[in-house]
């Protein structure tokens, strides 16, 4: 309660520092005048007042404490409302403004030809002193005026910039688009992520101001408060991200290091934190980005637009193995005491090629638990060939891989799955997949999957078989605090038995914790961290870095997923960084044990 007041109460403040914004500027341009109202009628009828569009705010918003992540800001524009003198007030704005005045009067004559009757913007978003500098010298430019705009502004720079996403001013096709929504040209419009997925709650309606023109077209002051109507702001969004978890992820990925976290909140869906890297800051997009910005964006190599938690398919490497796991155990194929027929001795030859295990000496003989805790290879080939490319393509779908988890962002990639069908279709009818089978089981060769799709995967694993839709939204509220939309949970039973997933979720505990273990850097002492790393070959440089897991083991609090692009073994990247944003997470949430009583935990 104490945060939605201090949320609704910021949101005040914010909406009185807009409209202060605006009166400034008009009393300051000594625009403020009372006219008797019965004058309006016949200024109407003349075409003696102009309409001036008062924007409105775009909805704030919030991480699931009241954390303010996104706002609006005033910025001021210049702006040409009359065609008589114009040259004369230009070139003397572009003297002040330092601005090529030959650049300007094209950009007049170019923006004309488009909306001949609409006022030109010449500047957008003027610095504090380029606003000084106008307005001491308005009597001396005519023609032109300052107006203030409502730019969205977000808090932390490029921190969630992927999940939050950007706004832009509409252009003139979008424009076109959008008019009959009731946009008006140079609208802003959320183009990615949060920004994008919920403009209809974001955006507000816009106001407007009527102004009394002389014959010439020059502004003579504000017509009354009657007649104004006022602009009615976006509603404000809350999310499911903690920003102390989203920021504390985000530090992680430290230098050049290229990749993605997800976390989720297993017993909801709710997504905890969603970091793709490298990223950018929004804030560039506020006014409109300028061409060198966008240029050294859509240029740069490593796509830093681009959304990896959700648009970027990997191949998942060993954390995969728990599909190959449990598809092998629900057909029965296996019992978890069972031994493979070959033994790993670092190798398995199938048809006339040698598929390696990473433990170049071998692992002897395993049963399913021992294979998952020292993530085996050549165990998991066998049972590969034995569920064969439909059975693991199966039962990765029925846990939810192959398709979107429909989490309430724009552009989420399905990851790919291949079946019988797939190879058929590349390799001929009676190409021998066996080897492709062995690939498949731990998660090569042609499976693909998002990071938030394995997230997702162990996330229902975690909370016994029960898949909850990740998601962002908490509520939508207007900026009277009514609740627009609240939060959605979507849960859905996965067709795994019971006996399937406490064998699991204990192998992934070995797997951290258990000699032989691969995992061991997301060890948190006194709290039992389950999960699986993988080092995913690509053809695109080094290996990629996975780890994949949940903590606690009972009652799990966080499922979490981290990808680092070629960054090499998951066990040395990506299990450090999953095991320091688990303990955040429980450190937030009051479950870290004090020393005395973790060492009873592990026992
Ligand atoms: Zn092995």
């Known amino acids: 309660m104490a945060n939605e007041l201090g949320s609704r109460e910021r949101v005040l403040s914010i909406l009185a520092l807009l409209v202060l914004g605006f009166s400034v500027l008009l009393f300051r341009s000594g625009y403020l005048q009372v006219v008797k109202h019965g004058h309006y009628a016949r200024l109407s009828q003349q075409n003696r007042l102009r309409r001036l569009m008062i924007p409105a705010p775009r909805g704030l918003v ?25 040259q004369a007030s230009v070139s003397k704005a572009a003297v002040l403004l330092g601005l090529d005045s030959l650049l300007l009067r094209s950009s007049v004559i170019s923006q004309r030809r488009i909306f001949p009757k609409d006022p030109v913007v010449l500047v957008k978003d003027l610095s504090p ?40 001013s509409l252009g003139q096709s979008e424009y076109a688009k959008y008019r009959d929504q009731g946009y008006n040209y140079g609208d802003y419009i959320g183009k990615g992520g949060l920004e994008l997925k919920y403009e209809n709650y974001l955006k507000g309606v816009n106001g407007w101001d009527f102004i009394e023109v002389d014959a010439r077209g020059r502004d003579l002051g504000t017509v009354s408060e009657a007649q104004r109507i006022e602009p009615d702001p976006g509603s404000n969004i809350s999310l499911t991200i903690d920003w102390r978890l989203q920021s504390l992820a985000e530090s992680l990925f430290t230098g050049e290091m290229i990749g993605a976290a997800v976390a989720i909140e297993p017993r909801t869906g709710r997504v905890l934190a969603l970091v793709s890297r490298p990223n950018f800051d929004p804030n560039l997009f506020a006014a409109g980005i300028r061409a060198d910005d966008w240029n050294r964006l859509v240029n740069d190599s490593s796509y830093p637009l681009w959304d990896r938690a959700i648009r970027s398919a990997y191949p998942p490497g060993s954390t995969f193995k728990v599909v190959t796991a449990a598809a092998a155990l629900e057909e029965s194929l296996i019992t978890p005491e069972q031994r493979m027929k070959t033994s790993c001795h670092g190798s398995l030859v199938i048809g006339n090629r040698s598929f390696k295990c ?25 049972l590969g060939m034995l569920l064969k490319i439909n059975g693991m393509a199966k039962w990765s779908e029925k846990l939810g891989l192959n398709q979107a988890t429909g989490i309430d962002l724009p552009q989420e990639n399905s990851g790919l799955i291949p079946d019988d069908l797939y190879y058929q279709k590349r390799l001929g009818r009676n190409a021998k997949t066996a080897g492709h089978s062995a690939n498949m089981s731990i998660g090569q060769g042609e499976v693909m999957a998002t990071p938030l799709q394995m997230a997702s995967l162990y996330a229902a694993l975690a909370n016994g078989g029960v898949w909850c839709q990740p998601h962002l939204l908490l509520r939508a509220e207007d900026h009277a605090g009514k609740v627009l939309m609240g939060e959605v949970i979507s849960k859905k039973r996965l067709p795994l038995s019971d006996g399937t997933i406490s064998v699991i979720k204990q192998a992934l505990y070995g797997a951290v914790n258990e ?20 080092t995913a070959q690509t053809p695109h440089g080094n290996d990629h870095s996975w780890f994949v897991g949940f903590a606690p083991q009972d009652e799990p609090v966080i499922a979490v997923a981290v990808l680092v692009e070629n960054a090499g073994h998951g066990s040395e990247v990506a299990a450090p960084i999953a095991g320091k944003i688990m303990r955040k997470c429980l450190e937030i949430r009051g479950l870290l044990p004090q020393p005395d009583q973790a060492k009873a935990v592990m026992q």
């Open 358 to 382: 990473w433990k170049k000496g071998g692992h002897g003989s395993l049963d399913l638990r021992g294979a998952i805790v020292n993530s085996c290879n050549v165990y998991f080939y066998q």
């Open 515 to 534: 000699p032989g273990h691969t995992g061991g850097a997301a060890r948190i002492y006194g709290v039992k961290v389950c999960g699986k790393t993988g």
């Open 129 to 168: 002193e380029q606003v000084a500098r106008i307005e001491e010298n308005i009597l001396n430019l005519p023609a032109l005026r300052l107006e203030v705009e409502s730019l969205r502004k977000v808090e932390y720079g490029s921190l969630a910039s992927h999940l939050v996403g950007y706004t832009s």
């Open 62 to 86: 919030f991480d699931c404490n009241g954390v303010l992540i996104a706002q609006s800001r005033p910025g001021f524009d210049l702006v040409l409302v009359t065609v008589n003198d114009w």
